[in-house]
C-alpha cells in the first residue's frame, strides 16, 4: 500500500497513467516467495477491491472527502477504474448492504444489480455477486432472496432461485 496519495490533487489525474491490469509484473516476486518458503504452507490472496484501489491512488482521507465534498470527481476516478479493469479482473461485490439491500425494495436491488453488471461486469465474468443476509442490521428476509435472484437474473436470464437462508450460530 503506498505511504502518501499517488493522485492527491484532480489536475494529477488528468495526467495519470493507470498500469497494465494484464502485465504479468505483478507476479514478479512469487517465485522468489515459494523458494523462500518452501518449508511452509503457502497462500496468496489479490483481493483488492475498487474502493481499496481508490483509496491507494487518493490517500483515505482523500477518498472520505471526495465522496462527501467531490463526489463528481470521485465518481469520474471510479468510473476510470472499471473501464480499465473492466473484463480483466474480477470484482466481489454486494448490493449496498448499507442503502439499497436494507432499505430497498426487490425492484430497486434488481436496478442496483444491474447497474454493477453494466459497470463492471461481463457476459464472459468480471463480477462475483456477494449476497450475505445482514438481518441483524434490518434486512429484510426478502431482500436477502432478491439480491440472489437479481444478480441470478441477469446471468441466466429470468430464472429465480430461491437460496438457502445462512444457518445462524446459537447464542
Known sequence: MP???????????????????????????????????????????????????YIFLRGFQNALMDFVIEDK???????????????????????????VSIKGTPK??????RR???????KNGGLIAWIEEYSSIGMPEKNYYACANAFTEIKMGNTSVRPSPPKTSPG
Open 116 to 122: 454493477l453488471f453494466n459497470k463492471i461486469g461481463t
Open 3 to 53: 505511504r502518501d496519495p499517488i493522485i492527491p490533487t484532480w489536475e494529477e489525474l488528468k495526467n495519470y497513467e493507470f498500469p497494465d491490469p494484464t502485465s504479468d509484473k505483478k507476479y514478479n516476486e512469487i517465485d522468489n516467495f515459494k523458494k523462500d518458503n518452501q518449508d511452509r504452507y503457502q497462500i496468496a490472496s489479490m483481493g483488492i477491491s475498487g474502493f481499496n484501489t
Open 108 to 113: 430497486d436491488i434488481k436496478r442496483e444489480a
Open 73 to 99: 470527481k470521485g465518481e469520474e476516478l471510479l468510473n476510470k477504474i472499471s473501464k480499465l479493469l473492466k473484463g480483466k479482473q474480477c470484482f466481489l461485490v454486494p448490493i449496498s448492504y448499507q442503502t
